[in-house]
């Protein structure tokens, strides 16, 4: 008993009534998100939207998650970006104004806007909020789960005095179903909706939906305030069959003919292989109607599309349709992803049987020692040289008859590659020999806009030998055997170009000169292989020049010969003169070349090489004084009076941009240590070296400042200081960096012998360099070569747009090639290439494309055809331009204009066509015969009827405000849906 008396052992069970359930705890969410959001107050003041601002006008929205208990919703504003403007003097009127939404719902500036939110386009309203459930969340389909959240937002609209609308999403998503509330001072406004699968047939008219509006708003007055109409009616073009198939039909006859789209040589295709336009919706429109003055009910209606003031019309296009530049591009790209080589694809027996052709390496070596051909180089045409060089093509084609590639298209590629070989082109290239190598220059001139376009894409000047590879094989994969035929083609390449080598003929459509480093790496080894071939072929003119002398020595550039001299001018042609040079004591290595293993070609005995001159040399040295170009500025030796001469020099040696790799990681791998900073010296001096050769023998008693003033002018400074007798003379020495200890001019100047540069070792050797290309070439993959081609074929399909979009004139278009070449020519810079962005680049060609095909698919509906003046012809190119740029194009003048009468047209010959009517041609014919009309109609049932109807009354009682309602009904084939805005005065009720 005690311990039952006990206080602390008394328990007291407290029930707290204060907590909020989960349902206000959601309802509190809402009023801190509308809060936060500052959509509190009046909104009034706005003012009235403008005609088809909803359709041009930024659109915004703003969303957060909210919870009611562990269901997630999402909360959205969406609004229309606009400027709100007040006038103060009206701000006591704005107080009880109507809240902005019910506004709109009377406006009829923005009916039907064909892209907005539905609920735009249903309640015409500007500004509104919408909770829909999470992604992952069941729909709200429960009557009891719809009205809870009916009452929530009702009430956080009343607690926060918002004047926004505000729905909820129920049913399921796809229905899209929205139930909503808007408050204002003394009003409400109640958003319902119906929705149902088919029209009931009552209701499938103006009349019958005129009754269901009627009943709704239940107004008692009589009588009964107009009621505003706004109709439109939307009709589908779906049959383009009377139109011509938009690519031409393939042509048997030719080389290149059974495919579609096929297009010759150099060219790449272009167009859509299917109609890129699939339907045309014209929407007629009534915007201003009142009752009783259009009667339409299931008897009878007055709704003519022709007679309707307004019409619009906006096109649907086909999803991804077939385009041919597109799909050669494509599957172009899919060859850099192979990893098979050429002998895998061929086989071994076609690699063998095509590897007796081609001579090997020791053979072409050991052909170094012999003439390399039995007509001498005179007496050698450039006809016979391209004749000889057409039998090599044709001898090759007989190989094998199943070769991958047709022979016939085999040919017409190399020939078309190396047109050189035709005998009908050989008169044309015997005027203008030069005019082969430097053809693909002036043809890149003639076009000053693209000028400069290889050069952003590292890809290689138009009509070059690199560029029309590249189409050639992209077609050749494309239409004539894949894979296969592209390595097969590769193969029969690099074989002609062997063969070119070693015959001295030159590459056709390669500029002259070293390799420019600003193309892509293939087109630097086909210039690199042509600067071997043009130097060999200058030492073998050499050659048979002093083979008619009676000289006991002579020795040519790069060998020797048992003739005498060669003239001073011959070889200036043979090896470029040099002008002024200015290097550093560590000069580039981009002239570098390993001398240990360069090859030596000697006619005879090589003989003595002179040895740097003494002091006691010096009195006969103008004698002996060789390989002289000019006297250099008047400037005299500084130890005699005898003139400074510009020697001759040899030309610094090509290289490639891997070339150039190599070289820089063999120099870096050196180090850092003395020997190595000595050794990478040495490697970079040997055209220094060179020069200075050169230079003794061109200015016998020499010294190094002498070189120095030539060479490098600014290591020789040069001051006034006055003498002894009190004279001011300019005196002369040697730079600060020329004086430090063991610099590598003075050792190269100690080293230097007394050569002509045409008795020096070859500081490039063409023939390894050849070698190397060739071998380089040989060993590719077709993926690689395709890697290769891409910067080409890609500079190529930009070109090809821009011809296009040029003759179709679209602003869209230009724009995105110029953003496209921006973009291009960051991805294509070398080393490596990000595919995947290259393939999203491919696409957005693709795109253009089919933007282009698809305005020449409107033109010629819409009869705009090239070259034709007529007086409507601007104003339907902007039509169609505007049909394609814009969601809706309007016609002006409606069905009397000049395209809405092609528009009537396309529908009157589709519904013949549908119908098996007559044609035109015969309806006056069997009009005559009959004396009946056609019945046909001239449109189809309409795919969809739309329609408004506004009014303003009181409700719900005749003395209440008079209050906007709105009756948004839309009639398909398969849906039937009324959206109605009811309003209601609260001041009473």
């Known amino acids: ?120 386009r249903w309640y015409g309203i500007r500004e509104f909020v919408v909770i829909i459930p999470g992604t992952n969340c069941e729909a709200i389909i429960s009557e009891s789960k719809c009205n809870l959240l009916l009452s929530s937002i009702s009430i956080s609209l009343a607690n926060t005095g918002c004047q926004v609308p505000m729905f909820v999403q129920i049913q399921q998503k796809w229905r899209r179903m929205y139930a909503g509330e808007c408050q204002g001072p003394g009003a409400r406004t109640d958003f319902e909706m119906v929705h149902l699968r088919k029209v009931p047939s009552q209701y499938n008219h103006l009349s019958g939906l005129l009754d269901i509006f009627k009943s709704k708003i239940g107004c008692i007055l009589s009588p009964l305030p107009p009621v505003n109409i706004a109709i439109r009616f939307t009709y589908i073009l779906q049959d383009w069959q009377q139109y011509s198939w938009p690519q031409q039909p393939p042509d048997f006859d030719t080389i290149l003919g059974g495919e579609v789209g096929g297009v010759e040589f150099g060219k790449l295709p272009f167009g859509a292989c299917e109609e890129p336009i699939s339907e045309l919706h014209l929407a007629t429109t009534w915007p201003h109607l009142t009752e009783g003055i259009v009667v339409d009910n299931d008897v009878y209606s007055d709704l003519d599309p022709l007679q309707a003031p307004h019409w619009s019309v906006r096109v649907r296009t086909a999803e991804n349709p077939q385009c041919l530049l597109g799909d050669f591009l ?66 090759h084609r007989q190989i094998d008859r199943e070769s991958p590639l047709n022979t016939d298209i085999l040919n017409s590629v190399l020939l078309y590659l190396f047109p050189d070989a035709a005998v009908e082109k050989s008169s044309e290239n015997s005027r203008n020999k030069t005019a082969q190598s430097n053809a693909c220059g002036k043809a890149e001139q003639n076009q000053n806009s693209d000028h400069n376009l290889f050069l952003q894409l590292k890809s290689a000047p138009c009509d070059s030998l690199t560029y029309r590879l590249a189409l050639c094989v992209c077609l050749v994969n494309y239409n004539h055997g894949g894979l296969r035929a592209v390595a097969h083609l590769w193969q029969e390449f690099v074989l002609e170009l062997r063969y070119r080598w070693e015959n001295n003929y030159l590459i056709y459509g390669l500029a002259g000169g070293p390799p420019d480093l600003r193309c892509c790496l293939l087109h630097q080894k086909l210039q690199m292989l042509n600067c071997c071939i043009e130097r060999k072929r200058a030492r073998d003119e050499a050659r048979k020049v002093l083979e008619g002398s ?67 040399e010096k009195d006969d040295s103008k004698s002996k004084a060789e390989g002289r170009l000019h006297p250099y500025n008047d400037m005299t030796l500084l130890n005699s009076n005898e003139p400074l001469y510009v020697p001759v020099t040899q030309e610094p040696a090509p290289m490639t941009e891997d070339l ?33 050769e050169s230079f003794k023998a061109a ?12 060479y490098s002018p600014r290591d020789y400074v040069e001051e006034n200081v006055v003498d002894e007798r009190g004279n001011t003379v300019v005196k002369g020495d040697l730079s600060a960096r020329m004086k430090i200890p063991g610099n590598m001019w003075g050792e190269a100047w100690e080293t230097a012998r007394v050569i002509p540069a045409r008795r020096q070792r070859r500081l490039f050797d063409d023939t390894k360099e050849a070698e190397k290309v060739l071998h380089y070439l040989a060993v590719q993959k077709p993926a690689d070569v395709t890697r290769h081609l891409l910067p080409c074929i890609l500079h190529a399909a930009i070109l090809k747009l821009k011809e296009e979009e040029s003759v179709e004139d679209i602003p869209s278009v230009k724009k995105n090639i110029q953003q496209a070449t921006c973009q291009a020519s960051k991805l294509l810079q070398p080393p490596n290439h990000d595919y995947k962005k290259l393939e999203d680049f491919i696409n957005q060609l693709m795109a253009m494309e089919t933007v282009i095909t698809q305005v020449r698919s409107l033109k010629s509906k819409f009869a705009i055809c090239e070259g034709e003046k007529r007086e409507d012809t601007e104003e339907l190119e902007q039509f169609v331009s505007t ?33 098996l009517a007559p044609l035109e041609e015969d309806l006056g014919r069997d009009r005559k015969l009959t004396g009946g009309s056609n019945k046909v109609p001239d449109f189809p049932s309409p795919a969809g009827r739309e329609i408004v109807l506004r009014t303003c009354v009181p409700r719900p009682a005749p003395y209440s405000k008079a209050l906007p309602q709105r009756l948004f009904c839309v009639l398909m084939r398969e849906e039937f849906r009324l959206a109605g805005a009811f309003s209601s005065d609260t001041s009473f009720f």
């Open 883 to 915: 049909l394609l740029e814009e969601p809706e194009a309007v016609v002006i003048g409606a069905g009397q204009g000049p395209a809405g009468s092609i528009i009537h047209g396309l529908f009157v010959n589709a519904q013949r066509a549908a119908l």
């Open 330 to 395: 494509t599957e172009f790209f899919k060859l850099c992803c192979r990893k098979e080589s050429t002998e895998e694809i061929l086989g071994r027996g076609l690699a063998e049987e095509e590897g007796k052709e081609n001579s090997d390496i020791s053979s072409a070596l050991s052909k170094l020692t012999e003439p390399t051909a039995t007509v001498p180089i005179s007496k050698l045409s450039v006809s016979n040289m391209v004749h000889s060089a057409r039998k090599h093509i044709q001898r």
């Open 1 to 120: 008993m005690a311990a039952d008396c006990d206080p602390e052992s008394e328990v007291f069970e407290i029930t707290d009534f204060t907590t909020a359930s989960e349902w206000e705890r959601f309802v509190s969410r809402v009023e801190e998100v509308l809060n936060d959001w500052k959509l509190i107050g009046n909104s009034a003041g706005k003012l009235s939207p403008e005609k088809g601002e909803y359709t041009s006008g930024t659109w915004g929205e703003k969303s957060q998650d909210i919870h009611f208990a562990d269901f997630k919703f999402y909360i959205t504003h969406y609004f229309l970006k606009q400027e709100c403007e007040k006038d103060d003097g009206k701000d006591k009127l704005e107080e009880d104004a109507f809240p902005l939404a019910m506004q709109d719902l009377l406006c009829m500036n923005n009916d039907f806007p064909p892209r907005a939110h539905c609920l735009v």
């Open 550 to 616: 009676n000289e006991r020595e002579c020795r040519v550039f790069g060998g020797c010969q048992n003739t005498r001299p060669v003239p001073e001018s011959l070889t200036a042609t043979i090896t470029a003169s040099t002008s002024t040079r200015e290097v550093s004591p560590g000069k580039s290595w981009d002239s570098w070349s390993d001398s240990e293993d360069e090859f030596f070609e000697c006619l005879s005995d090589q003989g003595e090489i002179e040895a740097p001159q003494t002091e006691g």
């Open 660 to 692: 150039l790799e190599e070289q820089s990681e063999v120099l870096a791998k050196l180090g850092t240590s003395a020997e190595g900073t000595h050794l990478r010296a040495r490697m970079q001096s040997a055209c220094l070296l060179s020069d200075m």
């Open 699 to 710: 200015n016998p008693g020499c010294v190094l400042e002498d070189f120095v003033r030539w």
